[in-house]
């Protein structure tokens, strides 16, 4: 198999895969023949849609159409809880930008410190190992109070669950850099602020996006669900908001998206990356 013909074939199989899972899907949703009434009271509760003979789960023909009437306007606003997804994706995708981007300020200068001091390392590693297993939304109560704001509090998550992979791949990044690198840097009598940055830096820049690359992704994961428990705008706000209303198909359709942009912005990073190492 030649390497010009590997991306076509890898596209033909994920599509069959697609088609499959489209149809398993279609199948499990279908409408079913002679099937006995469905109650009344559980056909109140989970919405008109649920008739005799007729799954309350939708199928792949309603969320598509979900999605394409929720495309064909995502940026309307008519009120607190009636806004578009476009509008809602925009609140997430600002909170997490944000977020990552303060992580990033304080992670790669303090991880750059930690590489290049063993003794650093050491004094703050006992912190580091306590402080990373703790999950990010057990911060979001201790947010809400000394902040008093669901929004910063989001962002403060988004910050606490961003700092550790790049923090210590920037830290591992900066260790791992050749040290004949830098003893003909020494040789040469660069000064240490050169030698970090036109030597250190470039070299340590593929594994410190491999962090960033890492961070976005848990940053975006965890964002929908700081957003299901603040409240008031964002994806994650939506879902749950949707799914209080018993709209499955606008749950699902959101799901997906979710799936999207969190790929859009992991080749994003990736795409970043990749021509970091070739630039080299």
């Known amino acids: 198999m030649s390497h010009s013909s590997m991306p076509m074939r890898a596209a033909c199989l994920t ?9 398993v899907w279609y199948l499990l949703t279908r409408p079913v ?3 006995a009434p469905v109650d009344p009271a559980y056909a109140k509760l989970m919405g008109a849609a649920v008739t005799a003979g007729k799954s309350a789960f939708p199928g792949p023909g309603e969320v598509g159409a979900t999605l394409l009437g ?3 306007d995502p940026f309307y606003d008519r009120g607190p809880n009636a806004k578009g997804i476009g509008i809602q994706l925009a609140f997430s ?3 997490v930008l944000l977020g990552f981007g303060l992580a990033a300020l ?9 590489g290049m001091s063993p003794l650093i390392y ?4 006992p912190f580091i190992q306590i402080l990373k297993p ?10 809400l109070y000394t902040i008093k704001d669901s929004a910063a509090s989001a962002i403060f998550v988004i910050f606490i669950c961003s700092i550790w992979p790049m923090l210590l791949n920037t830290a591992f990044g900066i260790a791992s850099v050749r040290r004949e690198w830098l003893n003909v840097a020494r040789t040469l009598e660069v000064g240490p602020w050169r030698r970090a940055i036109r030597v250190i830096l470039p070299a340590a820049a593929p594994t410190i996006l491999t962090g960033m690359r890492i961070s976005i992704g848990i940053a975006w994961l965890v964002i929908v669900a700081a957003e299901m428990l603040v409240g008031g705008t964002g994806i994650g706000y939506f879902v749950w908001n949707e799914w209080n209303n018993l709209s499955l198909d606008h749950v699902l359709v959101a799901v997906l998206l979710i799936g999207v942009v969190g790929m859009l912005l992991d ?3 990736a795409w970043i990356a990749q021509r970091v190492t070739y630039a080299e």
Not at 15 to 23: N, Q, R
Not at 122 to 125: Q, T
Not at 134 to 143: E, G, K, Q, V
């Open 122 to 125: 050491r004094a703050l590693d």
């Open 106 to 114: 304080v992670a790669v200068p303090l991880g750059f410190v930690i």
């Open 134 to 143: 703790i999950s990010p939304l057990a911060w979001m109560p201790l947010a």
């Open 93 to 95: 995708l600002g909170r």
């Open 70 to 72: 929720m495309l064909a």
């Open 267 to 269: 080749r994003s990073l």
């Open 33 to 35: 023949a002679g099937a």
């Open 15 to 23: 599509l069959a895969l697609f088609l499959v899972l489209i149809g």
